[in-house]
Nanobody, 126 residues
């Protein structure tokens, strides 16, 4: 069993930055796929970014160039650095992971990862 706990959410103005963290604990393994998903009220959940244990990353077009996903493999922490935030970035951000291997090819539209956190709220408004 793996537990994922997100943190770092908050309220910022458009153009601001925020860094989310996701700490994984329990029975984690070196081979993993971890990703960030988000969901705004009335919207479908969408994949934001994903990273494999080997460092391979993938981003949604809407955040490409603004967000950076990274992982601290030694401490089992996933990060999402969000820059130039826009109102449409508002939503609850969820950390997800599995420890089978590399991320699925269509990871950002895949919701079958084994573990999920409870989310952290990000609000971007003036």
């Amino acid at each position: 069993q793996v537990q994922l706990v997100e943190s770092g959410g908050g309220s910022v103005q458009p153009g601001g930055s925020l860094r989310l963290s996701c700490v994984a604990s329990g029975h984690t393994y070196p081979s993993f796929c971890m990703a960030w998903f988000r969901q705004a009220p009335g919207r479908e959940r969408e994949g934001v970014a994903a990273i494999d244990h080997d460092g391979s990353t993938k981003y949604a077009d809407s955040v490409q160039g603004r967000f950076t996903i990274s992982s601290d493999n030694d401490n089992h922490i996933l990060y999402l650095q969000m820059n130039n935030l826009k109102p449409e970035d508002t939503g609850v951000y969820y950390c997800a992971a599995d420890y089978v291997g590399r991320c699925p090819t269509r990871i950002l539209t895949y919701y079958g990862l084994d573990y999920w956190g409870n989310g952290t709220l990000v609000t971007i408004s003036s």
